[in-house]
């Protein structure tokens, strides 16, 4: 089995790829891990991580640029595909993050966390949203397994999902009201937080998407 994550310059791909193949131990699989920016390798893997870090506007561009759109399209289609973070956010049709369309593979928008008051005691959230949180999952999924409630993951972002279809989330955090993040249909799931970064929790996550087939 060969994994594929998509190198489109944007991302910090090498803490993911040491993530994904430490999760591939831990899970026991002889899966070959490859970072790559090639169309034809992604589109001849059997499973598809999709990292992305920064603004989603230069992030959607560099994904243009590199050629593997049309891969990736297939890929989301009928592959296990696994998106992180600003990854998760291009799935869906816009972004509020300079006017910016997705691909489209889930419905809905992507919008700005909006600045609350300061709370009684004088204490104000900020945004980017940044550091751990808790996770509440919403519905079950394979992917979910051995993985706790309230599970601590972390968190770096300024835009949260707001899709169109609520059954497409599958969890959700708090800051300070509930905003989804983690959504997933059929083949594709994706996480607002990054895997690479949340340790053990992480880790199983990606485990689990490594002995995954695809069916929620």
């Not at 310059?9 to 026991?28: C, E, I, P, T, Y």
């Not at 009928?78 to 972004?95: D, M, N, R, T, Y």
Request: charged content about 20%; overall charge negative.
């Amino acid at each position: 089995m060969n994994i594929a994550i998509v190198d489109y310059g944007m991302g910090n791909l090498h803490s993911v790829l040491k993530s994904v193949q430490a999760a591939r131990d831990l899970s026991g699989s002889k899966a070959r891990v490859v970072l790559t920016d090639c169309a034809d390798t992604v589109a001849a893997a059997d499973k598809i991580v999709f990292p992305g870090q920064g603004a989603m506007p230069d992030c959607m561009a560099a994904l243009q640029n590199s050629g593997l759109g049309e891969a990736l399209n297939e890929a989301l289609r009928h592959k296990p595909f696994f998106g992180i973070c600003v990854g998760a956010q291009l799935l869906f049709e816009h972004s509020e993050e300079g006017d910016t369309p997705g691909l489209g593979c889930l419905a809905g928008t992507v919008k700005r966390f909006q600045v609350p008051p300061p709370a009684a005691d004088g204490s104000r959230l900020k945004v980017p949203h940044m550091g751990w949180n808790t996770v509440r999952q919403t519905r079950a999924h394979p992917l979910f397994a051995g993985v706790a409630q309230e599970v601590f993951f972390y968190f770096v972002h300024s835009y949260y999902f707001a899709p169109q279809d609520a059954s497409v989330v599958l969890g959700e955090s708090d800051y300070p009201d509930p905003f989804a993040c983690v959504v997933g249909r059929d083949n594709v799931f994706a996480t607002q937080f990054h895997t690479e970064k949340s340790h053990k929790a992480g880790l199983r996550l990606l485990a689990n998407f490594i002995h995954w087939d695809g069916a929620a």
